[in-house]
């Protein structure tokens, strides 16, 4: 399986799960033209996209899904609460219902031949979710907009191959920031979003012997730091049972605007 990531962080989200017969976008946060420009990376055009699975509603997950589904007929796969959500979103525009396929957390479904696994999440969106994908040979998690995590949420992301995990903001960063005290307090909730420590912690939860990439995404642009994040991600991994060298897990930041490179797993 291959894992991409498109954009990452509070301006948009999109990644790419395959094989070499199925292609999955997974959000559409961003404009259709960059969306473009991250799959011709791949080699790739919207024509080659089987599937969109949304986490939820926001607008940084769902930006450019009304243009793709309406540009190239793509089907769409997201709970019936994250539906009701896109449709009172009026800068998506009209989607063809008939491209919905409603899904519900915990059941895996079946997209060529991947098998997808939605996962409840806590956020502050109607219905939300984070994917595992599966092969059969390898799996590939992305859970990003957690506002927390707990055994349910390590035992069904362990064991993978490749991980798409938040790592939102610095703490002391979004407590001195120029945020309103409630956009904080929403952030710190746990409907917000994972921050840099607590990240740190969950992934150390989903260690294994073959994880081979774990990519830090969903970066505030005003909360945090790609280095910050990468180190002190880094040092909430010190002492695991594996290795103490971040490079056997290529441990990386995500770009926040422009695609990363492609990762085979």
């Known amino acids: 399986m291959k894992l991409m990531n498109i954009a990452s962080g509070s301006s948009g989200n999109v990644s790419l799960v395959a094989t070499d017969r199925t292609s999955i976008l997974v ?28 986490t939820h509603e926001h607008s940084d997950h769902i930006k450019g899904l009304g243009v793709i589904s309406r540009k190239y007929n793509v089907p769409i796969y997201t709970t019936a609460g994250t539906i009701k959500g896109i449709n009172e979103c ?40 984070c994917f595992s994908f599966t092969d059969g040979k390898s799996k590939v998690s992305v859970a990003t907009d957690l506002g927390n995590y ?38 710190l909730s746990e409907r917000g979003h994972l921050s840099n420590e607590a990240s740190g912690r ?24 790609p280095d910050l994040a990468y180190e002190t991600v880094k040092t909430e991994l010190l002492g695991n049972p594996y290795t103490d060298d971040m490079r056997d897990f290529k441990l990386h930041t995500a770009f926040r605007d422009h695609n990363d490179e492609i990762y085979e797993v």
Request: hydrophobic share 40%; glycine share 6%; proline share 3%.
């Open 150 to 187: 707990n055994d349910y949420l390590i035992q069904c992301l362990s064991d993978s191959d490749a991980l798409l995990i938040e790592a939102n903001h610095d703490v002391r960063m979004l407590e001195v920031g120029p945020y309103p005290y409630e956009l904080k307090r929403r952030i």
């Open 90 to 129: 009026s800068s998506v525009g009209k989607i063809d219902k008939e491209l919905y396929n409603v899904i519900e957390s915990d059941i895996s479904f079946q997209i060529g031949d991947i098998s997808v696994t939605p996962r409840s999440i806590w956020h502050d969106a109607y219905e939300p979710v």
């Open 27 to 54: 959000d559409c946060g961003i404009s259709m033209k960059k969306i473009e420009e991250g799959l011709r990376y791949a080699d790739m055009s919207g024509k080659d996209i089987d599937a969109v699975v949304i």
């Open 202 to 225: 969950f992934i150390r939860a989903l260690l294994n012997d073959h994880i081979k990439t774990i990519i830090l995404g969903h970066l505030s642009k005003d909360n945090n730091f």
